[in-house]
Each structure stands twice: as C-alpha cells, then as structure tokens.
C-alpha cells in the first residue's frame, strides 16, 4: 500500500509540473481601448437627402406689388409679394389693444385698412411708415359720433380720393404708423423688439426689422392691420376714458374749430417726406411712444 500511495504522489507531481510548464505559452486576449473598437464598426448607410428648392417665383408674382398684413392677436408683421409670404417679424401694438375704432390720445392701434403714407429716414424711432389712418370708416364713425365735424369730415374724405395722407390733427388722431424702437435699443440683426402693448397706437419692431420693412415698401403699399379685440372701450386708461366722454357728449351745434392741442389753424391732407408736427421754440418736448413706455416702466429720465 505504501508503494501505491508513492506512485499517486509521484503521478500528481509530474501533472501539475506539466501544467506549470504550458501556462507560459498561453497568451491572454489583447485589450484595446474604446477608440480602437469603435473605428471597427463600419459607419451605416444613409440614403441621400433632396435639398430642400423653394417653389418658383414666377414673372407676374414679381410685378405684383408688395403688401403688409399685421395681425394684433398674434403680434407679427407678415409681408407679401401677391401671395408669396416674403418675411415675417414680431410687433408691439398700441397699450390698449387694438379696434375699429380710436380717438386721440387712447393708445389704441386701429383695424382696418390703410395705405404707407410717407416714410420718414432719421426719426428717433430709425424709419417711420406712417399709414393713411383715419380712412373713410373711422371718418363716418366719428362724423356720426360727433367726435368730428362736417368739415373736418369733408377734409378727411377729399384727401383720401385724391390719393393723399388725410389730415392727422383731427380728434380722430394721426401719426399712427410701423417704426423701430428708437437710439436706446440694439440695431443688431438678432435683436428683438420689446414685446407686448406699450406704443401709442402705432405698430413697433426691432430697429434691424424695422429697416428690413423700408427697405420692402414705398409710399401707397397696402397695409392691412386685423385683429378685433372685443370690449375695447373698457380698456381705456382714464385719460382716454375723459377724452373719450368729452367727444361723446359734444353737443351737435358745436363750432368747426380744431382742437386747441393741435397748434394748426386749418386742415390740410399731409405732404409727403415732410415731418407732420412742427415745434415751436421753447415748447416742451412732445412725449414719444418709448417715453410712455419708459415711465410705465418706471424708467422715465434713465438711458
């Protein structure tokens, strides 16, 4: 028993020497680094992808004219040729919202149709378009209103038929128009205009846009402005509100006088490329759109 027990021991010894002996020329699998096997995988096929043409502008839609439409419920000037939509830009409208109807002084942008007026280069607001507001609707609605009078009426009318900008001193208001923000904001291409209602009546972009825009137009481009905001009337802020009972209780036997804030002694259809308010030496500045904004921001007298 012992001589087998030897042999055992001796058979075992010579196996495991003989395994000792193989484990050097077993060699592990090479480690690579995350690079090396992502360079393996060979990068799949993608189908071609068509550029993306845009649909043809034919010769007659070149003629058409260039036209405006600004919407007050969604904030954005949309430019046509005929009835290609060329660009789109964001707007601020009047503080008090926009309607069909407006006197002075109600920061209120009217609905309606309406034409570019003159364009003015220069202004503290960059180009100025003002439009041909008040068109004959706002004129009969004041007419019947009394808000304005028969001659003021008959001025408002006549200049319309003959192809000019109406006049802008009545009680119906004027100067209304599409303008930049002014010195105090960017002119860089990727700017934009402060958002919201904070002008007075007239229709705002960015300065950058601004530009863009009278580039596009010209005197007599249609401008169609839309987006009726129900209950108007509640919104005035009480200055209007006061301005606007005044006109309302005007009695019918009144006088064809202008009204004492408007410093004209006749009315008169504006003239093309000249400004509509001049001022008399020493009179107080006359309060702008960004002024208004400004103070209602708390921001009057800062840059």
Request: aromatic share 8%; charged share 15%; proline share 9%.
């Amino acid at each position: 028993m012992g001589a087998v027990r030897k042999g055992w021991l001796l058979l075992v010894v010579f196996a495991l020497w003989s395994l000792a002996g193989c484990a050097p020329q077993i060699s592990a699998p090479p480690v690579h680094s995350v690079a090396y096997y992502a360079a393996q995988i060979h990068p799949p096929v993608v189908a071609p992808v068509a550029p993306v043409v845009s649909p043809p502008i034919s010769a007659a839609t070149l003629a058409q004219p260039v036209r405006i439409v600004v919407s007050t419920t969604s904030h954005l000037l949309r430019i046509y040729r005929g009835d290609i939509l060329l660009a789109t830009y964001p707007v601020a409208i009047g503080f008090n919202g926009s309607a069909p109807r407006r006197i002075r002084g109600d920061d209120v942008t009217p609905v309606g149709h309406y034409h570019i007026g003159w364009i003015l280069y220069g202004t503290q607001y960059g180009p100025f378009m003002g439009l041909t507001y008040p068109n004959k609707d706002n004129a009969e609605w004041g007419l019947k209103e009394g808000i304005i009078t028969h001659r003021q009426y008959k001025a408002i009318v006549d200049a319309i038929d003959a192809g000019q900008t109406p006049p802008q001193n009545t009680p119906l208001g004027g100067e209304i128009g599409i303008h930049g923000m002014g010195p105090q904001f960017s002119d860089d291409p990727d700017s934009k205009v402060f958002p919201g209602r904070w002008t007075a009546g007239c229709v705002a972009l960015s300065n950058w846009n601004a530009q863009q825009v009278a580039a596009l137009v010209q005197v007599g481009t249609p401008v169609e402005i839309v987006g009726e905001v129900r209950g108007y009337r509640r919104n005035l802020d009480p200055k209007a509100e006061l301005a606007w009972t005044k006109y309302q209780h005007r009695h019918t036997g009144a006088t064809d006088k202008l009204s004492p804030n408007t410093g004209r002694g006749a009315l008169s259809p504006v003239k093309y490329g000249q400004n509509l308010e001049h001022q008399k030496p020493g009179s107080p500045a006359k309060e702008t759109d960004m002024d208004a904004l400004l103070t209602k921001l708390g921001k009057a007298g800062k840059p």
